[in-house]
Protein backbone atom coordinates (compact mmCIF):
# COMPACT_ATOMS: atom_id res chain seq x y z
CA UNK A 1 0.00 0.00 0.00
CA UNK A 2 1.65 3.65 -0.87
CA UNK A 3 2.13 5.90 1.88
CA UNK A 4 0.37 9.35 0.87
CA UNK A 5 3.15 11.20 -0.46
CA UNK A 6 3.83 8.65 -2.65
CA UNK A 7 0.10 8.94 -3.82
CA UNK A 8 0.77 12.71 -4.53
CA UNK A 9 4.09 11.93 -6.42
CA UNK A 10 2.40 9.32 -8.78
CA UNK A 11 -0.38 11.57 -9.06
CA UNK A 12 1.80 14.29 -9.87
CA UNK A 13 3.72 12.63 -12.69
CA UNK A 14 0.89 10.34 -14.14
CA UNK A 15 2.65 6.93 -13.11
CA UNK A 16 0.57 4.04 -13.34
CA UNK A 17 -0.25 2.36 -9.98
CA UNK A 18 -3.01 0.33 -9.21
CA UNK A 19 -6.16 2.66 -8.32
CA UNK A 20 -7.81 0.15 -6.55
CA UNK A 21 -5.38 0.54 -3.29
CA UNK A 22 -6.08 4.26 -3.38
CA UNK A 23 -8.54 4.44 -0.76
CA UNK A 24 -9.57 7.67 0.66
CA UNK A 25 -8.78 8.73 4.60
CA UNK A 26 -10.55 10.63 7.11
CA UNK A 27 -8.28 13.67 8.40
CA UNK A 28 -8.29 15.53 11.91
CA UNK A 29 -7.90 19.55 11.01
CA UNK A 30 -4.37 19.46 11.91
CA UNK A 31 -3.32 16.32 9.61
CA UNK A 32 -5.47 18.26 6.51
CA UNK A 33 -3.57 21.46 6.91
CA UNK A 34 -0.66 19.21 7.29
CA UNK A 35 -1.64 17.54 3.76
CA UNK A 36 -2.52 20.85 2.35
CA UNK A 37 0.99 22.06 3.04
CA UNK A 38 2.77 19.00 1.94
CA UNK A 39 0.70 19.13 -1.72
CA UNK A 40 1.61 22.69 -2.08
CA UNK A 41 5.39 21.87 -0.60
CA UNK A 42 5.59 18.81 -3.06
CA UNK A 43 4.65 21.05 -6.19
CA UNK A 44 6.99 23.63 -5.33
CA UNK A 45 4.32 26.29 -5.31
CA UNK A 46 6.47 29.15 -3.35
CA UNK A 47 5.50 32.80 -2.98
CA UNK A 48 4.51 34.05 -6.41
CA UNK A 49 4.52 30.45 -7.77
CA UNK A 50 0.58 30.04 -7.37
CA UNK A 51 -1.71 26.51 -8.05
CA UNK A 52 -5.10 27.00 -9.03
CA UNK A 53 -7.37 26.62 -5.92
CA UNK A 54 -9.85 25.13 -7.45
CA UNK A 55 -7.97 22.41 -9.50
CA UNK A 56 -5.93 21.95 -6.17
CA UNK A 57 -9.10 21.46 -4.21
CA UNK A 58 -10.39 18.77 -6.86
CA UNK A 59 -6.64 17.17 -7.00
CA UNK A 60 -6.52 16.64 -3.06
CA UNK A 61 -10.37 15.10 -3.37
CA UNK A 62 -8.03 12.05 -4.53
CA UNK A 63 -7.51 11.18 -1.19
CA UNK A 64 -9.20 13.36 1.46
CA UNK A 65 -12.84 11.96 2.17
CA UNK A 66 -14.01 14.55 4.02
CA UNK A 67 -13.70 17.44 1.23
CA UNK A 68 -15.39 20.21 -0.01
CA UNK A 69 -16.47 22.50 3.10
CA UNK A 70 -13.85 21.62 5.50
CA UNK A 71 -10.90 21.59 3.23
CA UNK A 72 -11.88 25.37 2.65
CA UNK A 73 -12.38 26.32 6.14
CA UNK A 74 -8.12 24.56 6.82
CA UNK A 75 -6.84 26.79 3.69
CA UNK A 76 -8.26 29.88 5.47
CA UNK A 77 -6.93 28.60 8.79
CA UNK A 78 -3.61 28.18 6.98
CA UNK A 79 -3.67 31.95 6.03
CA UNK A 80 -4.96 33.30 9.26
CA UNK A 81 -1.61 31.65 10.57
CA UNK A 82 0.23 33.28 7.77
CA UNK A 83 1.42 29.66 6.33
CA UNK A 84 -0.47 30.14 2.82
CA UNK A 85 -0.84 32.64 0.95
CA UNK A 86 -4.02 33.83 -0.91
CA UNK A 87 -4.10 35.88 -4.22
CA UNK A 88 -6.26 38.27 -5.19
CA UNK A 89 -10.22 36.64 -5.10
CA UNK A 90 -8.97 33.30 -3.92
CA UNK A 91 -8.54 32.03 -7.31
CA UNK A 92 -4.88 30.93 -6.36
CA UNK A 93 -2.44 29.84 -3.44
CA UNK A 94 0.85 29.72 -2.63
CA UNK A 95 3.15 28.78 0.12
CA UNK A 96 4.71 32.02 2.59
CA UNK A 97 8.49 31.40 2.62
CA UNK A 98 8.91 33.17 5.37
CA UNK A 99 7.07 30.60 6.98
CA UNK A 100 9.38 27.68 5.38
CA UNK A 101 10.95 26.38 8.74
CA UNK A 102 7.29 25.87 10.39
CA UNK A 103 5.69 24.32 7.29
CA UNK A 104 8.31 21.78 7.01
CA UNK A 105 7.79 21.01 10.92
CA UNK A 106 4.04 20.95 10.73
CA UNK A 107 4.26 18.10 7.77
CA UNK A 108 7.12 16.56 9.77
CA UNK A 109 4.91 16.15 13.42
CA UNK A 110 1.57 15.88 11.59
CA UNK A 111 2.43 13.58 8.79
CA UNK A 112 5.67 11.86 9.68
CA UNK A 113 7.49 12.99 6.70
CA UNK A 114 10.74 14.20 6.91
CA UNK A 115 10.93 17.15 4.27
Do not use: C
Given at each position: ???????????????????S???????????????????????????E??????????R??????????N?????K???N?????????W?A????????????????D??????
Open positions: MYEIHDIWYLIYYKETYPWTLMKKEFTDQELQAQILWSLYGHGKWSIYTNYDKFKKLSVVVKNNGKTHKQVKLVLRLVLPRKNDIALNPYAKNTIKQMIKHLGIEV
